[in-house]
Nanobody, 118 residues
Framework: QVQLVQSGGGSVQAGDSLRLSCAASGGTFSAVYVAWFRRPLHKEREQVGFIRWNEGTTGYKDAVKGRFTISTNDAKNTVYLQMNNLKPEDTAVYYC???????????WGQGTQVTVSS
């Protein structure tokens, strides 16, 4: 089974940008959807955005629309989350996840911390 290996993240100032990567290890993104989630401290996990794998269409949580972009590389073995104009409320652990059959996300990356200070 494919594993998802995340990279990127870190601590930045409000207004800065970061790019998170999610690479498929040991396989390919055989997916209906690939998504990014985040879990702020002491809060529930929430979906940030998704990409419908075959079509390439994307969708985003209202709070990040216009600031975050999900994309893939040409080989389609890495998914990116480009985050611009970061805000303190974007502080969270970010996860990528795969929904292989349209029945739910059951393959998860290891998570990466993003901290945005004002």
């Amino acid at each position: 089974q494919v594993q998802l290996v995340q990279s990127g993240g870190g601590s930045v100032q409000a207004g800065d940008s970061l790019r998170l990567s999610c690479a498929a290890s040991g396989g390919t993104f055989s997916a209906v959807y690939v998504a990014w989630f985040r879990r702020p401290l002491h809060k529930e996990r929430e979906q940030v955005g998704f990409i419908r794998w075959n079509e390439g269409t994307t969708g985003y949580k209202d709070a990040v629309k216009g600031r975050f972009t999900i994309s893939t590389n040409d080989a389609k073995n890495t998914v990116y989350l480009q985050m611009n104009n970061l805000k303190p409320e974007d502080t969270a652990v970010y996860y990528c996840a795969v929904d292989p059959r349209g029945m739910g996300y059951n393959i998860w990356g290891q998570g990466t911390q993003v901290t945005v200070s004002s």
